[in-house]
């Protein structure tokens, strides 16, 4: 009867998870609010925001270890979110990856199964298909405390991968590793997640993590989720200031907003800088604004070439970073970041601190924000 | 000496007020002990030196003291059974409380160390007794006519026993408890493990090493305590230190109270080893 009615439930267009209008507060604090998402079969999801910011906790709810006050979580048309977390099939990898430190390697990754009453023989073939697969051999008889960070991570990817959940919860789960290592971790999961298809939702308050790994990225803000896409199209089009300022490096000018024939204009110091070409201008009766732009947004000249520069501003500190360079500006009281990719630079001049230079941008790739 | 060599010895050196207290009033008289043991006693009250097993034979043919070594051993195995069974629910809630609440947990844990055991002992006088609070109240209810008999009896002695070590079991067990972290929990129950997979296969396990730990101070404990037994215990269960107490000062047989102290302290030492070599095999894991 169950059988048949997951069957139906389950076509290849629904979902593998939704979550609806999920709300979520502790005492009078409201810490996820509204939050709707879907994901697809083998889809991964990065949930990106600031420490506090929610996320965690849908995180938790989705897992079984907190209940929504309100909403529902259905997954593969079951509704999941009255079951207890071990009746989700649910894994999850933790921050801390959550050894058990009495286990062996092996017994670490065979848990799950057991908890399963899965016969003894699978189970070993499925550890060993799971030490193999995370490139774990000769490590089965190790104790957690005797593996390096790196080799506890894998375990815990193992042991999570080991029962073959529904889907699959990353918390914060490269934060403890090195840089290097963190990169190439993300890269083999990324693949072997894709290779096995499986449903997974990756919290981070790392952008390059959530772009590294994720299809879609779903910017989380004050418990609400301020915009959902794939990582080009929330990085190229933010809906706001706040997502714009919460991926790469980006700068925050003071400038205000003021009424003319020809629509409202915005005006940095003195100079009119440009007219707005968005619905989301705020209306001239609004005059102190933000304007934000990305650093890699603005180019710089010793000369005024369009309508859109601000005026000139002085170099401070150019730093070389590879890639590109950065330029730390001065404009009166603003301190701008400039960034020039490397290439471009032999056929462009020469520039370092006291120099002045004009700024220019192109008006789409800003975003405004009221000043208080 | 080179300044060199001098520091190799500084560990060391931070030892003496330590070692200057111990080695005479611990260690010499503990080595004299041990060796009393193998004198013999005269009826004098004198001890004839010389070398002789005939304490030790004593201690392990007579009935008396075999009957006292067989009291003390069940009762130490008995007290570590019950504190251990009640010591997990508290231990457990202990781990898991946090802030103020944690601390004031603690706080009823310490305090009855905080406070003599002579004191304690008397605050059970005041409950136990014939006259005490619990026989009126019993009394009074028309459960019994004549006042049951607590202090001075097993059941008596065990509840002294048990509250005396209790603190002593909860403290290391909570320790244990409280390295299994949220997470780690979670993991265990996220990844299909109901409450009691859970708790056979994680909490129990990551548990052991402290519960041992409580087990031997306990064990260690109840066998060489005095005060218990010579002020809670009936005197048809002899314990080993009052009977210690009894053929050293009363009888003056300093011999063989010598032999029955060294036998304690050979079986303590012999249940610590044993319990620490158990912890190596079952949790290999605790000491990396």
């Not at chain 1, 060993?128 to 990817?157: E, F, T």
């Not at chain 2, 004299?32 to 006693?41: M, P, V």
């Not at chain 2, 504190?83 to 997990?88: A, D, R, W």
């Not at chain 2, 009888?251 to 620490?276: P, Q």
Request: hydrophobic share 50%; aromatic share 10%.
């Amino acid at each position: 009867m169950q059988a048949a009615f997951h069957a139906e439930a389950s076509t290849a267009a629904d979902p593998a998870l939704s979550l609806n209008s999920l709300r979520k507060s502790f005492g009078s604090t409201l810490v996820v609010d509204r939050c709707d998402l879907s994901l697809k079969k083998g889809e991964i999801l990065a949930l990106l925001g600031a420490s506090g910011c929610g996320k965690s906790t849908l995180l938790n709810m989705v897992a079984g270890f907190e209940t929504p006050d309100y909403g529902t979580i259905v997954l593969e048309g079951e509704r999941i979110d009255e079951l207890p977390p071990n009746r989700r099939n649910i894994a999850m990898v933790f921050q801390s990856y959550a050894m058990f430190p009495h286990l062996t390697v092996a017994d670490n990754i065979a848990y799950g199964l057991r908890a399963r009453h899965v016969s003894r023989t699978t189970t070993q073939a499925r550890v060993n298909d799971m030490i193999h697969l995370l490139k774990l051999d000769g490590l089965a008889n190790r104790y957690p405390a005797q593996l390096s960070g790196g080799q506890r991570q894998r375990v815990a990817v193992a042991r999570a991968l080991a029962v073959s959940p529904r889907m699959l919860l990353l918390d914060e789960a490269f934060s403890a590793l090195d840089r290097n290592l963190r990169e190439d971790m993300q890269l083999e999961l990324s693949l072997l997640l894709r290779d096995m298809n499986v449903t997974t939702i990756l919290v981070t308050h790392d952008q390059r993590e959530a772009f590294a790994l994720a299809d879609r990225v779903a910017i989380m803000e004050s418990g609400r989720i301020a915009q959902v896409g794939t990582p080009e199209e929330i990085y190229r089009d933010p809906t706001s200031s706040s997502v714009l300022r919460f991926l790469g490096t980006t700068n925050r000018i003071s400038a205000r907003v003021s009424g003319t024939v020809s629509g409202p204009q915005v005006r940095i110091r003195d100079r009119i800088v440009f007219y707005p070409l968005s619905d989301a201008t705020p209306a001239p009766s609004v005059l102190p604004v933000w304007v934000d732009i990305r650093a890699e947004d603005i180019t710089i000249s010793n000369a005024p070439t369009s309508i859109h520069e601000t005026g000139p501003a002085t170099i401070v500190l150019r730093t070389f970073l590879g890639s590109q360079e950065r330029f730390v500006l001065k404009l009166d009281d603003d301190q701008i970041v400039v960034d020039r990719p490397q290439q471009a630079r032999r056929n462009e001049l020469r520039l370092g601190p006291g120099d002045r230079v004009y700024l220019d941008f192109d008006p789409s790739s800003c975003r405004f924000a009221f000043a208080q | 000496m080179p300044a060199r060599s001098l520091q190799r010895f500084a560990p060391w050196l931070w030892l003496t007020p330590a070692a200057a207290l111990l080695i005479p009033f611990f260690v010499i008289p503990l080595l004299l002990t041990f060796r009393n043991s193998f004198y013999s006693d005269d009826p004098m009250g004198m001890l004839i030196p010389g070398f002789t097993l005939a304490n030790y034979s004593k201690i392990v043919r007579d009935p008396y003291y075999l009957g006292v070594f067989e009291n003390t051993v069940w009762a130490a195995l008995l007290v570590c059974l019950v504190s251990i069974v009640m010591s997990y629910p508290l231990s457990w809630v202990l781990a898991r409380a946090k802030g103020s609440g944690r601390a004031f947990l603690l706080w009823t844990v310490y305090l009855p160390i905080y406070v003599s055991v002579i004191m304690r002992v008397f605050g059970w006088i005041f409950l136990l007794s014939d006259g005490g609070l619990f026989n009126q109240a019993l009394i009074h209810l028309g459960a019994t006519t004549h006042p049951l008999q607590m202090m001075n009896s097993f059941p008596g002695m065990m509840v002294g026993l048990v509250h005396r070590y209790l603190p002593l079991m909860v403290l290391p067990l909570a320790t244990s408890l409280r390295k299994i972290d949220d997470a780690i929990l979670r993991a265990a129950t996220g990844l299909g493990g109901n409450r009691w997979f859970v708790w056979s296969r994680i909490v129990f396990p990551m548990s052991l090493p402290g519960a041992v730990v409580g087990l031997q101070l306990v064990f260690a404990g109840v066998l060489s305590d005095y005060v218990i037994p010579s002020l809670m215990g009936s005197p048809h269960f002899q314990m080993l230190a009052p009977a210690i107490y009894y053929e050293g000062i009363t009888n003056a047989s300093w011999a063989l109270s010598g032999a029955i102290a060294s036998a304690v302290i050979a079986i303590v030492a012999l249940f610590l080893l044993s319990a620490n070599l158990l912890v190596r095999r079952v949790a290999p894991w605790a000491s990396l």
